[in-house]
């Protein structure tokens, strides 16, 4: 096993849960609160030319916050790494969910859809677009909250939300007709394209364009044409269609989706995008333990958490504000603390 001499005394590093193109993903123990972690870990060399897409992808984290988000706790930098670590999912991909069940009801299908829609109509809100919204970016927690990853290819379009973006990125498989044309497009609404084509995997348990070669997909996502298996709902049909509008102008917005009628459907309220935990919130909880392990003023430790630095204490306090909304006991280990003291942290 592989030793990270940046992690040590601060995470016990176990098994590799995801590999991909230039990091990897490694379940990890927080010593301090015995909390599991993911830590992504990418390898400088491997990335090069000054990672604009890992920072841009961290300084989008940094100023997130919301229930269905996978949360980042700690940002650790070396000469030849970047040890991101987040919040662990263990409930896996939301991709095999679909997969194993074959397709979900239309109830389930709406649970799951409120969730996911909920995180983007607050990135849109805070200013953000993903462009890569796609089942094995959405991962599940134990309780089957839905959590996005991957911003990577997130993007705080300069002028505001209805300002032009240029890049083409994402995969094609989920990717607007106005993105894969290389023309100018909305974010906001690029990301609707794809959440219609999400919802149409969850109902279908298939993609509605897809093809063995890129040119025929292209053809299909241009055409806008997809077929509407027999056991869809009236309604199902009707909010697929709003949002898989070739033309962007015709297309569905975010702000339109929430209150829609298949979102309400079954009574339920519209959704929201406020996040379910306010944006690092003041908790005097996680302050006192905080303060009674370390012998030291409550309010003094607040100074240094305030500063929202996403080094240890960051982690620290978050992974307990989780423990305590979810109503469990804070506990934070002895054992490690004399660790703690070796490495000369105050
Ligand atoms: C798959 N799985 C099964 C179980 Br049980 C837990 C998991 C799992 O991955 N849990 C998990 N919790 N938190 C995370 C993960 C995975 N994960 C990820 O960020 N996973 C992504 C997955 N991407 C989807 C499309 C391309 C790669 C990843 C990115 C780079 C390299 C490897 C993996 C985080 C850190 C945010």
Request: hydrophobic fraction near 35%; glycine fraction near 6%; aromatic fraction near 10%.
């Amino acid at each position: 096993m592989v030793k990270y001499n940046a992690l040590k005394y601060l995470y016990d590093v176990e098994k590799t849960i995801g590999t991909g193109g230039f990091a990897k993903v490694k379940l990890a123990t927080h010593l301090l609160t015995g909390e599991k972690v993911a830590i992504k870990i990418m390898n400088k060399s491997l990335i090069g030319d000054g990672c604009p897409r890992i920072k841009m992808e961290l300084e989008a984290l940094k100023d997130i916050s919301h229930h269905h988000i996978c949360k980042l706790y700690q940002v650790i930098e070396t000469k030849e790494h970047f040890f991101i670590v987040m919040e662990y999912c263990s409930g896996g991909e939301l991709f095999d969910h679909i997969v194993e069940k074959n397709k979900l009801s239309e109830f389930e299908a709406r649970l799951f859809f409120r969730q996911i829609l909920s995180a983007v109509a607050y990135l849109h809100n805070v200013g953000y677009v993903h462009r890569d919204l796609k089942p094995e970016n959405i991962l599940l927690d134990r309780d089957l909250n839905l959590k996005l990853i991957d911003f990577g290819l997130c993007a705080k379009p300069v002028g505001g939300m209805s300002s032009h973006l240029q890049t083409s990125c994402g995969s094609p498989t989920y990717a607007a007709p106005e993105l894969i044309k290389g023309h100018q497009y909305i974010g906001g609404k690029v990301d609707v394209w794809s959440l219609g084509v999400l919802l149409y995997a969850l109902l279908c348990g298939f993609l509605p364009f897809d093809c063995d070669n890129i040119e025929n997909l292209y053809k299909k996502i241009l055409s806008g044409k997809y077929s509407e298996p027999s056991w869809l709902s009236e309604e199902s049909r009707k909010i697929i269609r709003d949002m898989l509008q070739v033309d962007p102008k015709e297309r569905i917005t975010v702000d339109e989706l929430l209150s829609h009628q298949w979102i309400t459907m079954g009574c339920l309220d519209p959704v929201t995008h406020n996040s379910l935990n306010l944006y690092h919130e003041k908790n005097n909880e996680v302050l006192n333990a905080l303060g009674k392990y370390h012998m030291i003023e409550s309010e003094e430790i607040w100074e240094r958490i305030n500063k929202w630095d996403y080094d240890y204490d960051t982690a620290t306090y978050l992974l307990l504000l989780n423990r305590c909304k979810q109503g469990l006991p804070l506990r934070l280990s002895t054992q490690s603390r004399l660790r703690y003291k070796i490495q000369g942290i105050p």
